[in-house]
């Protein structure tokens, strides 16, 4: 009689295992399954075929590679969960017994399990770390948030707070700010480090909204908070010491430390904005800063696309430039305005900040008295003493500029005045034909003058009313192509035309500019195009129709909206003159 | 040796008992005494005990002697006497430790109590491991302080603990034949060649975290609040028809009666046909009303069919049947010249289902990259958060905060396949405490009354 072949011995039935025996083959808790699988990176998986994986049982298994888990068998780290689990035991069983000399040792004395070689197998090199630091930001920023809470150990949030003030200052140094956002849920920032983009949200500073337990796993979110912040703590000691500063910064009593006991004493008076306005110590002197760091870019294409190089270089100098935004602008915060985002966007573009000493006495630098502030934020109506000397502008202005990468200009954001929109630096034009409204064109390209209206009406008021009409036909009509001047060429030519062109042709003459007929180049193109078209094989052609005619359509429509504009402002403008005229005739009668 | 005349000499004991052993004793205590103390002084020569210096003040480092291929093995060298005479009797003495010390060992002196108190020696003894304790922990601190955790670059010349040695093991490896390695795996796993490499696991590459809606921003242009809004609201819409579809395909396909009624029908349905119920009277008056008729009434001889019908059924019974026939004839002959077109069909056969089986391989593929069900519950996406155009301020001061960025982070773990999602938990599991009158505790009428019980 042949082997019998047993069921699920191969394929995809011996590749994966249920939770249950993954914990029965490492020996541990299912707490420390979770906490291992979370810090070493291995999920579960959904397998092509449940039934199959699941060994022809039923129903909805978490599953996982069985390679995964043979990979975590070999993990120190596990030893160190066994040696965790026996320590508390035994501080549980001192608790218990109530001795209390025991329970202070146990409790202090709780091994630390160490997470530095799984970082770095996880993040094999240091652009892997900055790829995955999103998400480290951004549960880091939220868990600097927290205040004391009982499902989460104090360290932790005291860890989170000190990092992220850490990274914000390499970010102020290495002048890396490049977008901001400020949404209703929160503020995006996005850093450029070694060429990584880095996006992460902190949330509006308003008091510690109560989490739903609900809704969270808090313990779930700890544990990769836990990774995550070594994760972060060791991208933070590389970047300090790239940018040669110390590390760990001073950054006067904020430390993580003294940020626990303040935690545990339940009265917290560090500033965590005070410490972002703190200088960093260097660890070596004339090394070149990063905000005037130049780059001798390559003046010729490496691949021979010129285009994309000279886009290149026009992107480094606009970062060039952006990276000195605010050099040498002196700016009071208001007591109103949220100071962190404002004090991170200001100082990584070299401006120096204040704000009021009497409500926050820590790290103030200059009174608001001072003469040489050049700006001032204010986010209310009005206020009842101004200084002469400075622009009192809404705090919108400084992302708007950061993201503009240019100093805008302040008249729209004065006191009291109605903002333009707040638009996204994260979109991603997708519709390249579409209709873009002067304003918005202008918020990209100043050049570009928005509201021609003022200067009309000032024009009418000189009393020189003209015929606008006539004036803007006049553009239309050149835009016009000039199709039917054709050469008229090749009817017949006599003799003495022929020498007399032989002469000409032994002359040497000024130079006449080419002519090019740009109708004739403009239908040979056409021509060419339809040829081409007729290439288009079968199974595309259906296709290439439907794109053409919808770039016909959006090119109506975006005509169409033109059209519309330029009538509203037509009749806009009629309608002022009119006004204008009935005022001055009431006023002649008067 | 002497030995006694008259002895037996064909046992061991017959020799133990009378052989005078005296002599053998005394050489070899003088064998032994030479030993311990050494040839006498005065049988030794002059060089023997003297020697010239001439090294000065260094003193020479002696190399240790090279083995030699004969020399035993250490490992047997504990078995081996050091003594250079032969023992009388083999012997296997158990030394019984006493470790009279052990304590004194764990006390340490240098570790007192600040304040001078007379305790007894073991109370003393039980204070100073405390404080042993208490010494050791402040210096943990002290060390912690001292040393921050983040303090090597872990991505540049830090090297692993163990990674030297897996070096060295490395090099050995090359020399060695795969046999010998596969042979040793087994007992030294580190010998493998084989190494333990991070799994890569393709995640879900949505991110909404990545790219906010522009639409989200706190002062928004028009256009992309309106579009937001109407994402959302065509989601919403979605949502309610799904919901109005379950409700349709599954409680509006049951008949739904309220308690009362349900009862009054139960009570219907029993005293049916029972005297003296009122909906007897009224099945009474229907019959009165309406004349019985039967839905197949049986035959009677009025409506027989004729003769000249029934021939007429017979014949185009026939005729049904051999047209039947005829075609079952034509289908044969017709499949016969078929024969060659059925090559052409089973090829195209082949290729649809080839077709379908590689849009079933890239439905997987994509299904592969988006959100995977990975435990019993399946993800599903919260609502997004907006602000109505009215709770527009236009201003930082004024605008409210929206949306939970620690829900969203969450969400967007499960979303990425990173965590299975779980069961929401609607209650905390809070253990209830159970509440116990003590027995000699005596409830008076007059306190019921006035707690309302």
């Known amino acids: ?590 | 040796m002497k030995t006694k005349k008259k002895a037996g000499r064909r046992l061991k004991r017959d020799w133990r008992r009378k052989i005078d052993v005296t002599d053998v004793d005394t050489y070899l205590d003088n064998k032994r005494l030479e030993e311990r103390i050494g040839v006498s002084f005065t049988e030794k020569k002059n060089e023997e005990l003297f020697h010239i210096d001439v090294s000065g003040k260094k003193k020479n480092i002696l190399k240790p002697p090279k083995k030699s291929l004969d020399a035993p093995l250490k490992c047997l060298s504990s078995l081996q006497s050091t003594s250079a005479i032969v023992p009388l009797a083999k012997r296997s003495v158990k030394k019984n430790k006493k470790n009279k010390n052990k304590s004194d060992e764990k006390f340490d002196k240098n570790i007192k109590p600040l304040k001078k108190t007379i305790i007894k020696k073991k109370d003393a003894q039980k204070l100073n491991k405390i404080l042993k304790s208490k010494v050791k922990m402040l210096q943990l601190k002290e060390n912690s302080t001292n040393n921050d955790v983040f303090n090597k670059d872990l991505w540049s010349g830090y090297r692993e603990p163990g990674q030297h040695k897996e070096k060295l093991i490395n090099n050995v490896i090359k020399w060695l034949p795969s046999e010998v390695l596969n042979h040793n795996a087994k007992i030294l796993p580190k010998l493998s060649d084989k190494k333990m490499v991070h799994p890569s696991q393709r995640l879900c590459k949505v991110d909404d975290m990545k790219c906010p809606h522009p639409g989200l921003s706190y002062n928004p242009t028009i256009e992309d609040h309106v579009s937001l809004l109407a994402t959302i609201a065509e989601k919403e819409t979605e949502l309610i028809k799904h919901e109005a579809h379950v409700n349709r395909v599954t409680q509006s396909l049951f008949k739904q009666v309220s308690k009362e009624k349900h009862e009054q029908i139960i009570t219907e349905e029993l005293t049916e046909g029972l005297p003296g119920f009122s909906n007897d009277t009224v099945d009474v008056a229907n019959e009165d009303t309406s004349e019985f008729k039967a839905i197949n009434p049986p035959t009677t001889r009025d409506n027989q069919k004729s003769i000249k019908k029934r021939k007429i059924q017979r014949r185009l019974r026939n005729e049904e049947r051999q047209r039947i026939n005829a075609k079952v004839e034509k289908k044969k002959i017709s499949d016969l010249y078929r024969l060659r077109y059925i090559n052409q069909e089973l090829d195209e056969l082949e290729n649809s289902t080839t077709k379908k089986k590689l849009k079933r391989l890239q439905k997987r593929q994509i299904s592969n990259i988006s959100t995977r069900r990975l435990g019993t519950n399946k993800f599903t996406e919260s609502h997004d958060t907006f602000t109505l155009p009215k709770d527009l301020k236009g201003t930082l001061r004024e605008t409210e905060p929206q949306g939970n960025i620690f829900k969203d982070c969450f969400e967007s773990l499960q979303k990425r396949n990173i965590l299975s999602v779980g069961k929401k938990q609607l209650k905390l599991n809070k253990k209830k405490i159970q509440s116990f009158m003590h027995p000699a505790f005596k409830i008076t009428p007059d306190m019921l009354a006035e707690y309302n019980v």
């Open chain 1, 1 to 590: 009689m042949p082997m019998q072949k047993k069921k699920f011995q191969s394929g995809e039935g011996a590749r994966y295992v249920t939770r249950r025996a993954a914990l029965n083959k490492l020996q541990l808790s299912l707490k420390d399954f979770r906490t291992l699988c979370i810090i070493k990176g291995i999920y579960p998986r959904e397998p092509a075929h449940r039934r199959r994986a699941q060994k022809g049982k039923s129903g909805i298994q978490i599953l996982y590679l069985k390679k995964d888990i043979l990979f975590l068998l070999h993990e120190p780290m596990i030893w160190k969960l066994r040696d965790l689990q026996v320590h508390l035991n035994r501080l549980r069983r001192a608790k218990g017994m109530n001795q209390k000399d025991l329970i202070k040792r146990y409790a202090n004395t709780v091994p630390r399990i160490t997470i530095d070689h799984i970082v770095k197998e996880r993040y094999p090199t240091f652009i892997d770390a900055l790829r995955d630091m999103d998400d480290a930001l951004t549960i880091c920023c939220l868990f600097a948030t927290f205040p004391k809470l009982k499902s989460i150990p104090t360290h932790l949030i005291a860890l989170c707070r000190r990092l992220t003030i850490e990274f914000m200052h390499v970010c102020i140094a290495a002048r890396a700010l490049r977008k901001v956002f400020i949404s209703i849920k929160g503020i995006y920032f996005q850093v450029e480090i070694k060429g990584q983009a880095i996006t992460w949200v902190i949330p509006h500073n308003y008091p510690h909204e109560p989490q739903k337990k609900q809704e969270v796993d808090f313990y779930t979110m700890s544990t990769f908070a836990d990774f995550y912040s070594t994760a972060l703590g060791f991208v933070n000691f590389r970047l300090y010491h790239n940018l040669n500063l110390y590390y760990p910064p001073r950054l006067g009593s904020y430390t993580a430390e003294a940020i626990e006991d303040e935690m545990l004493e339940e009265n917290e008076t560090s500033d965590r904005v005070a410490a972002l306005n703190l200088p960093l110590l260097k660890t070596a002197e004339d090394v070149e800063d990063p905000a005037e760091a130049e780059l001798n870019l390559d003046t010729f294409a490496a691949d021979g696309n010129e285009e994309k190089a000279e886009e290149a270089r026009k992107e480094y100098e606009k970062v060039r430039k952006l990276k000195n935004l605010f050099e040498g602008l002196k700016i009071f915060l208001n007591r109103e305005v949220p100071r962190e985002p404002l004090v991170f966007a200001l100082r990584c573009f070299g401006a120096k900040v204040s704000w009021d000493v009497t409500t926050f006495p820590e790290g103030a630098t200059f009174p608001e008295t001072d003469e040489t502030i050049t700006h001032q934020i204010v986010d209310r109506p009005d206020l009842e003493k101004k200084f002469i000397s400075r622009y009192y502008i809404q705090p919108q202005w400084v992302f708007d500029c950061v993201n503009a990468r240019e100093l805008l200009p302040v008249e729209k954001y004065f006191i009291g005045t109605p903002l333009p929109p707040h638009l996204s630096p994260f979109t991603v034009e997708y519709r390249t034909q579409r209709y873009v409204p002067p304003e918005e064109k202008a918020l990209t390209d100043p050049s570009v003058i928005v509201n021609r209206d003022q200067e009309l009406l000032d024009e009418i008021s000189d009393n020189e009313i003209e015929d606008i009409k006539d004036g803007e036909n006049e553009p239309e009509d050149e835009n016009m192509e000039t199709d039917d001047d054709i050469d008229e060429f090749g009817d017949e030519i006599t003799e003495e035309q022929l020498a007399e062109i032989k002469r000409k042709k032994m002359k040497v003459e000024t130079g006449t500019p080419e002519i090019v007929n740009k109708g004739k180049l403009r239908r040979e193109n056409h021509q060419m195009q339809l040829l081409k078209e007729k290439m288009i094989q079968k199974k595309y052609r259906s296709l290439y129709k439907s794109m053409k005619s919808g770039k016909i359509q959006r090119q109506k429509e975006i005509k169409l909206l033109k059209y519309k504009r330029r009538i509203h402002e037509r009749t806009s403008i009629e309608k002022k003159r009119a006004e204008i005229k009935a005022r001055r005739a009431q006023a002649a009668v008067a």
